[in-house]
């Protein structure tokens, strides 16, 4: 089936420093969904992209759905403590049902 | 975004026995999902949940273990039937809802279930 590779697992960053994950497939998604996961949360929808090619910013968010449709990134900009949690990227593939697939998670860590 | 509750939010339950686990949307959404999360993992989808007919569950899960109802349009049920240490996860409840010309998905807070 389809997966998603998701990189870097984890990050260790001062605040105030920019912060870039990607999520990378070998095969073909039609939309990419990022989404943010606090402690004892479920996942909240960051950014959601459904054409190849697009850049979406959510304020100091900037997501990407690559022109392949093979991969997306997701860039911070300016990091803050509250954006310490657990970054996934997820995806509808390009055939079949409604069903996403989802990255394994970037955990990101910021230092004051 | 659509407005998802879960009950209950936690337990800790003994080998052997069953736990109900109640979803809430605030309005009709055209798809109902329920993915687990084990500790540490990314998330993983159980089942969808069709409204009016059985779920339609993903490889490795089986309705006898994990029986979904959907009554109507705005709540579903998942029971994770005699559990073992192995079923501890949290489980979560994810809706699909049109939003514009584009499907987006939401989440619930989760169920965190510890099985003794």
């Known amino acids: 089936g389809q997966q998603l590779n998701q990189s870097p697992q984890s990050m260790f960053i001062q605040e105030g420093e920019d912060v870039s994950m990607n999520c990378t497939s070998s095969s073909i998604f039609n939309t990419w969904l990022w989404y943010k996961q606090d402690p004892g949360e479920g996942p909240v929808l960051l950014i959601a992209?459904?054409?190849?090619?697009e850049l979406t910013s959510n304020g100091r968010l900037t997501a990407q759905f690559g022109i392949t449709r093979k991969d997306s990134f997701l860039n911070i900009s300016a990091s803050i403590p509250s954006d310490v949690g657990i970054y996934f990227c997820a995806g509808v593939p390009g055939q079949g049902a409604q069903k996403l697939v989802f990255g394994q998670g970037t955990r990101l860590t910021i230092n004051p | 975004s659509a407005v998802i509750s879960q009950k209950p939010s936690r337990d800790i339950c003994q080998r052997g026995t069953s736990l109900t686990i109640q979803c809430q949307v605030d309005?009709?959404?055209?798809?109902m999902f329920w993915y687990r999360q084990q500790p540490g993992q990314s998330l993983t989808l159980i089942a969808t949940?069709?409204?009016?007919?059985?779920?339609?569950?993903e490889s490795g899960f089986v309705i006898d273990k994990f029986p979904i109802s959907r009554p109507n349009l705005t709540f579903s049920t998942l029971t994770v039937s005699n559990m073992s240490p192995e079923d501890s996860s949290i489980y979560l409840c994810?809706?699909?809802?049109?939003?514009?010309?584009?499907?987006?998905?939401?989440f619930g807070p989760g169920t965190r279930l510890t099985v003794l």
């Open positions: 992209l459904y054409k190849a090619g």
């Open positions: 994810s809706v699909l809802r049109l939003a514009g010309k584009h499907n987006e998905q939401f």
């Open positions: 309005s009709q959404v055209t798809m």
């Open positions: 949940a069709n409204q009016g007919s059985e779920a339609t569950y």
